[in-house]
Structure formats: structure tokens, C-alpha cells
């Protein structure tokens, strides 16, 4: 998949995530905002031509972690993108996989920073990106 699908894709999670959001479920919202940042975070990767051996993309942890050695580490992304990386994570992880339904001001924030990290993203590595205007970006 290319840099621009995935972030096309990161772009439509994200808008899911505030569907759900909107709609009361708050472990559905963190899933998906957690996969729009995630896939945000892999076209950011390719778009860098960051030298990661796609096999470690693959996983969750792979991939935040190459993400946080090539692009957060080197200053390309702001640290507090690459924390909200990492507890976006654990969020779907307590939504996914826990009894306990995901409070609904942590999924208000997963969802605000989804947007965020995906307009950052697109902006840095995209040569088409994210405007403000975007109704898939809409909050």
C-alpha cells in the first residue's frame, strides 16, 4: 500500500472515530482512532523512505517504535505526537480487550488527537496536505 492510501485511510478512521464517538460508543471511537494514527504513522514511515524492514512494521509495536526512532527521535515529528501515538494504543487496548468500557473524556481525547496526528502527517509528508476545509477531518 502506498503513503498516500494510508493516509487516505488514517483520514476515513479518523472520521469513524468521531461518528462513533458522537454516537456514545467510546471503545469503538478509541479502536479508530487508534488505526487512523496508526495508519497515519506507517504512511508517514514510507513517505519518509525511513529504513525500516517491513517485516517490523507489521506489528503494533514494530511500528511504533520505528516510528518513534526515525521520525520522533530526529526531531521530523514533535515528541507529544509520539506520546499521543502511545496512549492512543493503550486506549484501544482497554477497549479492545478489557471489560471496562474506555471513559468517555479519554475517547473525546483519542479522537481529538487522531485528527491531530493525521493532519500532522499529511502536512509534513504528503505533497497534497490536509487542509483545514477537509469534511473528512472535521472534529
Known amino acids: 500500500m502506498k503513503a498516500e492510501d494510508l493516509i487516505a485511510k488514517a483520514g476515513r478512521a479518523a472520521e469513524s472515530a468521531r461518528m462513533l464517538l458522537d ?11 487508534y488505526y487512523a494514527m496508526y ?15 517491513p517485516e517490523i512494521a507489521r506489528t503494533h509495536g514494530g511500528l511504533i517504535s520505528a ?9 521530523r ?11 492512543a494504543e ?6 479492545d480487550y478489557r471489560d ?4 468517555a473524556e479519554a475517547a473525546a481525547w483519542a479522537v481529538r488527537e487522531a485528527k491531530r496526528f ?3 502527517m499529511s502536512a ?12 473528512r477531518m472535521e472534529p
Open 23 to 33: 454516537a456514545g460508543d467510546t471503545d469503538g471511537a478509541c479502536n479508530r482512532a
Open 39 to 53: 495508519d497515519a504513522a506507517r504512511a508517514a514511515l514510507l513517505a519518509s523512505s525511513a529504513p525500516v524492514d
Open 67 to 75: 516510528f518513534s526512532l526515525h521520525l520522533v527521535k530526529p526531531g
Open 77 to 87: 515529528i514533535a515528541v507529544d505526537l509520539g506520546k499521543a501515538l502511545n496512549k
Open 90 to 95: 493503550d486506549l484501544r487496548l482497554v477497549a
Open 100 to 103: 471496562d468500557a474506555v471513559e
Open 118 to 120: 493525521v493532519k500532522a
Open 124 to 135: 509534513e509528508f504528503m505533497s497534497d496536505p490536509r487542509r483545514d476545509d477537509d469534511p
